[in-house]
């Protein structure tokens, strides 16, 4: 391979990447997206396999790269199209354990460096859990270098055989990072109007935001909203998303009387959170989750399962609970809210917990710098 350089300078080619996603992940794709307009502002030819509709959603296209149309699937089809897309890439980079496995076939006999980003980890038991380390131990032993968004993730990676694996530095992409006071000509009054418009006047509001699946511990959220019903004025709970639980927490909701609202998939979220009064995670895992980050940035106490990736990305900035008991959950939220002086404190120490955290800039010198790393040429003997 000749020498390459983002900066192709003397003549040399510049660096050309391939980026692989699956389609399936909001945080992995954005990231992508983030680390593509990086890239090429550094004068690397960048090329996204993806889903048409990950194209849509994401623009990668928007911020210089190329985009090539992969399905979310190993088929051979989707395999060969993969494989003729990175027939040029002195890098191929998957994110995600699906599409870093439709990597590891197309690069079969080829000695192009891979590198996987392990952003989450899967959820899954039974059978369907023993397929996914099957594939996990597949992928990690044919990277040429894992990183892992989390500690526990690149642990997970060494324990399935990887024989380089690294701490990624991960930044919250998009505009809400550092955009976090919108609606500057009036926004009491946008936040009491949305308060208004949630059922929440002269009430707390308190946020959950995520899927609506088992995952997320949200049967445990209605547990501890029970006990909620007994202070005055009684919380109100509201979670944005959607998933295959919603009937039956629905129904819980409407049966026992709950202070839960289901609001579905949102598109504002940030809005949402300069209404809240508390921010609730409650999943049984979690990477370096989006929503908390979110949180922080927006100065909202956060009370959050301690989980994954959670504790080291928070830090002393939020009240950590165990996953799974709703006395503990219910009684952190019980304190918050009866301690405006503790609330306080927390906001300071999300606006410093936050202000550490990296950003766009440093993951893609970081990414750039492994890059480097694995494409530069042999030193002559």
Same mark, same amino acid.
């Given at each position: 391979?000749?020498?390459?350089?983002?900066?192709?300078?003397?003549?040399?080619?510049?660096?050309?990447?391939?980026?692989?996603?699956?389609?399936?992940?909001?945080?992995?794709?954005?990231?992508?997206?983030?680390?593509?307009?990086?890239?090429?502002?550094?004068?690397?030819?960048?090329?996204?396999?993806?889903?048409?509709?990950?194209?849509?959603?994401?623009?990668?296209?928007?911020?210089?790269?190329?985009?090539?149309?992969?399905?979310?699937?190993?088929?051979?089809?989707?395999?060969?199209?993969?494989?003729?897309?990175?027939?040029?890439?002195?890098?191929?980079?998957?994110?995600?354990?699906?599409?870093?496995?439709?990597?590891?076939?197309?690069?079969?006999?080829?000695?192009?460096?891979?590198?996987?980003?392990?952003?989450?980890?899967?959820?899954?038991?039974?059978?369907?859990?023993?397929?996914?380390?099957?594939?996990?131990?597949?992928?990690?032993?044919?990277?040429?270098?894992?990183?892992?968004?989390?500690?526990?993730?690149?642990?997970?990676?060494?324990?399935?055989?990887?024989?380089?694996?690294?701490?990624?530095?991960?930044?919250?992409?998009?505009?809400?990072?550092?955009?976090?006071?919108?609606?500057?000509? #009036? %926004?009491?009054?946008?936040?009491?109007?949305?308060?208004?418009? =949630?059922?929440?006047? &002269? @009430?707390?509001? $308190? *946020?959950?935001?995520?899927?609506?699946?088992?995952?997320?511990?949200?049967?445990?959220?209605?547990?501890?909203?029970?006990?909620?019903?007994?202070?005055?004025?009684?919380?109100?709970?509201?979670?944005?998303?959607?998933?295959?639980?919603?009937?039956?927490?629905?129904?819980?909701?409407?049966?026992?009387?709950?202070?839960?609202?289901?609001?579905?998939?949102?598109?504002?979220?940030?809005?949402?959170?300069?209404?809240?009064?508390?921010?609730?995670?409650?999943?049984?895992?979690?990477?370096?989750?989006?929503?908390?980050?979110?949180?922080?940035?927006?100065?909202?106490?956060?009370?959050?399962?301690?989980?994954?990736?959670?504790?080291?990305?928070?830090?002393?900035?939020?009240?950590?609970?165990?996953?799974? #008991? %709703?006395?503990?959950?219910?009684?952190?939220?019980?304190?918050? =809210?009866?301690?405006? &002086? @503790?609330?306080? $404190? *927390?906001?300071?120490?999300?606006?410093?917990?936050?202000?550490?955290?990296?950003?766009?800039?440093?993951?893609?010198?970081?990414?750039?710098?492994?890059?480097?790393?694995?494409?530069?040429?042999?030193?002559?003997?």
């Amino acid at each position: 391979m000749s020498p390459v350089s983002s900066n192709a300078p003397h003549g040399q080619s510049p660096l050309r990447t391939v980026q692989v996603v699956g389609g399936g992940n909001a945080s992995s794709s954005a990231h992508v997206r983030s680390l593509a307009a990086g890239l090429v502002a550094r004068g690397v030819r960048v090329t996204v396999c993806a889903p048409e509709e990950a194209d849509r959603a994401y623009d990668f296209t928007g911020v210089g790269a190329d985009h090539v149309h992969v399905p979310r699937s190993s088929d051979p089809a989707s395999v060969a199209a993969l494989r003729a897309a990175c027939s040029q890439a002195h890098l191929v980079h998957a994110h995600g354990l699906h599409a870093s496995f439709r990597a590891v076939l197309a690069l079969r006999g080829r000695r192009t460096p891979l590198v996987v980003t392990w952003h989450n980890r899967a959820l899954e038991q039974g059978a369907r859990a023993h397929f996914l380390r099957l594939l996990e131990r597949r992928v990690v032993k044919a990277a040429t270098v894992v990183l892992g968004t989390t500690s526990d993730l690149v642990d997970r990676a060494r324990r399935a055989g990887a024989r380089d694996a690294r701490l990624a530095a991960t930044a919250l992409p998009g505009p809400s990072r550092g955009d976090t006071c919108p609606g500057h000509d #009036d %926004p009491e009054g946008r936040r009491a109007k949305l308060r208004a418009e =949630l059922g929440a006047t &002269g @009430r707390p509001l $308190l *946020l959950a935001v995520g899927s609506l699946d088992r995952h997320r511990g949200y049967e445990y959220l209605l547990d501890a909203a029970g006990s909620w019903r007994r202070l005055d004025p009684v919380p109100l709970i509201v979670v944005a998303g959607e998933g295959p639980l919603r009937a039956t927490l629905q129904r819980r909701i409407e049966d026992e009387e709950l202070p839960v609202r289901l609001l579905g998939v949102r598109d504002d979220v940030h809005r949402l959170l300069t209404a809240a009064d508390l921010a609730l995670v409650t999943s049984s895992w979690e990477p370096r989750s989006v929503f908390a980050q979110e949180a922080l940035l927006a100065r909202v106490p956060l009370v959050a399962t301690a989980v994954g990736g959670v504790p080291d990305l928070v830090g002393d900035a939020a009240e950590l609970v165990p996953y799974g #008991d %709703p006395p503990a959950l219910a009684g952190a939220v019980v304190r918050l =809210l009866a301690d405006p &002086g @503790r609330r306080e $404190l *927390l906001r300071a120490r999300g606006a410093a917990q936050a202000a550490g955290w990296p950003t766009e800039d440093e993951t893609v010198a970081q990414v750039l710098s492994v890059y480097d790393e694995l494409t530069e040429p042999a030193s002559p003997l």
